[in-house]
């Protein structure tokens, strides 16, 4: 097993990584307030991992609940939340009562927003089960549902006590799941961390391949990375919006081609040659530079164009990003490989051009 600290003083955590883990009592137990857990996870997961970890839990003299979500992004919303809210009424849970998000992203994002506002807050544990979740969404504290017109619109921060990722519920995840969990590893590669993106170039297809070294070196690289921006950055003030490489252009294609029909990470990648065609014509990254990425996005089996929405499209859902101050756009920009910029000044005709430029 590795483990990882996220520093945030009095609310940090560790990230523990390695197979086997929830069978593991004695890394969950630590991060419960008391003897009182709810599992919160979804139709999918529950039949593959549920009984699992209530069984580890229960072994241990935890009470456990449970509720089980309909599967899927497009599931991620109001309505959806709402069932927890209503298992944890239902349930009696208590503001002690510590809930568990046990899946992938869209799980963790829910089970998470839940968890901060049930009660106005109470204790959680992340335990992801997708590539992507293990690398990325689980570690953080950003929680958040869609809305129909801006994906991850509605949310809070809110830090988990605990992340246990066990490698071994990847072994039932499919290929395009795993690629798409593929696009925010290369993304720290991007963003902070050449050295690992010669890594990616070099040993992306044991990581697709799923071996077990690979996998578990992967995943700890993503999540110190990740670690020691959110220890910087906790509330995306400055540095932690670099970690939305390629998100502004990858939130339209998914709300414009309806939640659900196009992976998270697939969006990110055809995003990331977005704003990576953009850098190149501000004079950042060169012809050679772009289709070096794009190589590596598509060994992953991940797309590098974006769909024809039309340019006019892409920029009004561009303009519901998270990321636009008194009315500007900002963007996250290459400098060269293994530097992003947080950038606003980028000309109109130029982010236009760059869309147009990938879109088929
Ligand atoms: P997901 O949660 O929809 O999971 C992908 C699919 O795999 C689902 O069908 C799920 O049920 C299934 N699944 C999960 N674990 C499995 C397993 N072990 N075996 C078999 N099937 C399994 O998607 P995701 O890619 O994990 O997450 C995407 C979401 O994460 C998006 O909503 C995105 O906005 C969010 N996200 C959040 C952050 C953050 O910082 N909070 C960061 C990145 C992405
Ligand atoms: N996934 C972006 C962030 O956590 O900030």
Not at 210 to 229: D, M, T
Request: aromatic share 6%; proline share 4%; hydrophobic share 45%.
């Amino acid at each position: 097993m590795r483990t990882l600290n996220v520093a945030l003083g009095d609310r940090a955590y560790p990230i523990h990584i390695g197979p086997g883990l929830l069978a593991r009592p004695e890394l969950l137990l630590p991060a419960l307030k008391t003897p009182r857990a709810i599992i919160v996870t979804n139709d999918r997961v529950g039949p593959l991992y549920l009984e699992r970890l209530r069984a580890t839990l229960e072994g241990a003299g935890v009470s456990v609940s449970a509720v089980e979500l309909p599967d899927g992004e497009a599931h991620k919303n109001w309505q959806t939340l709402n069932l927890i809210f209503d298992a944890l009424l239902e349930g009696r849970c208590e503001r002690s009562t510590t809930l568990i998000a046990l899946g992938g992203g869209v799980v963790g994002d829910m089970g998470g927003f839940a968890a901060a506002t049930y009660q106005r807050g109470m204790p959680f544990i992340q335990v992801p089960t997708t590539l992507l979740a293990q690398v990325d969404s689980s570690v953080g504290g950003k929680t958040a549902i869609n809305h129909p017109l801006g994906k991850n619109m509605i949310g809070a921060f809110y830090q988990p006590r605990l992340v246990l990722a066990d490698t071994v519920t990847l072994d039932t995840l499919d290929a395009r799941e795993l690629a798409a969990g593929a696009a925010e590893v290369i993304k720290y590669g991007l963003i902070r961390d050449p050295e690992f993106f010669v890594w990616l170039e070099d040993n992306l297809d044991r990581l697709l391949a799923r071996e077990p070294e690979a996998l578990a070196f992967a995943i700890e690289r993503s999540c110190r990375n990740k670690a020691e921006v959110v220890a910087a950055d906790e509330t995306e003030q400055g540095e932690r919006a670099l970690l939305n490489l390629g998100h502004t252009f990858g939130h339209a294609i998914e709300t414009g081609m309806g939640y659900g029909e196009w992976l998270h990470g697939e969006a990110v990648a055809a995003g990331t040659m977005m704003a990576a065609e953009l850098s190149r014509r501000l004079g950042w990254l060169t012809q050679q530079d772009v289709d070096r990425i794009g190589r590596l996005f598509e060994r992953a089996g991940l797309p590098v164009w974006g769909p024809a929405l039309g340019v006019e499209r892409y920029l009004e859902l561009m303009s519901h990003d998270k990321k636009v101050e008194a009315g500007r756009l900002r963007l996250v920009l290459l400098k060269s490989i293994g530097r992003a910029v947080l950038h606003g000044d980028a000309p109109a005709e130029a982010v236009a051009a760059a869309i147009v430029a990938r879109c088929r």
